[in-house]
C-alpha cells in the first residue's frame, strides 16, 4: 500500500526557513520520480520541484529557484524540500507525489499524492 506522508510544515516569518519531508511507507521510492506541488487558498495546485529516481537531475519552478532546493535519500526512502528565504507568497499546502516518468512537471504525471502539509509564511 502506497502512502506518502509529508512533514515539516509551519508558520515561519519572512527571510526563514523550512524543511519539509516525505516519506514513502508503502513502496520503495527509488524506483520514481518524486515531486512537489503546492496549493495556494484559492488558487490551484502548482508543480515547485522535481528530482530524478536516483537524485542526479532537479527542476524547479522558476519562482522558487535560489530559494528552494529538493533532495532524496532513497536509504530512507524519503525525499525533502529545503525552503530557505521563505516569502508569503510561499504560503500553501505541499504536496509530494510519486511519478513513473523521469522529470514530470505537470499534476496528471503523478499518480500518487500524500495528504499535505501547511506552510504559513507571515509578512
Known amino acids: 500500500q502506497v502512502q506518502l506522508v509529508e512533514s515539516g510544515g509551519g508558520l515561519v516569518q519572512a527571510g526563514g526557513s523550512l524543511r519539509l519531508s516525505c516519506t514513502d511507507s508503502?513502496?520503495?521510492?527509488?524506483?520514481?520520480?518524486m515531486g512537489w506541488f503546492r496549493q495556494a487558498p484559492g488558487k490551484e495546485r502548482e508543480f515547485v520541484a522535481v528530482i530524478s529516481r536516483t537524485g542526479t537531475m532537479s527542476f524547479y519552478k522558476d519562482a522558487v529557484k535560489g530559494r528552494f532546493t529538493i533532495s532524496r535519500d532513497n536509504a530512507k526512502n524519503s525525499v525533502y524540500l529545503q525552503m530557505n528565504s521563505l516569502k508569503p507568497e510561499d504560503t500553501a499546502v505541499y504536496y509530494c507525489?510519486?511519478?513513473?516518468?523521469?522529470?514530470?512537471?505537470?499534476?496528471?504525471?503523478?499518480?500518487?499524492w500524500g495528504q499535505g502539509t501547511q506552510v504559513s509564511v507571515s509578512s
Open positions: 508503502g513502496i520503495t521510492v527509488s524506483n520514481y520520480a
Open positions: 507525489a510519486r511519478s513513473v516518468l523521469a522529470l514530470p512537471t505537470r499534476e496528471g504525471q503523478y499518480n500518487y
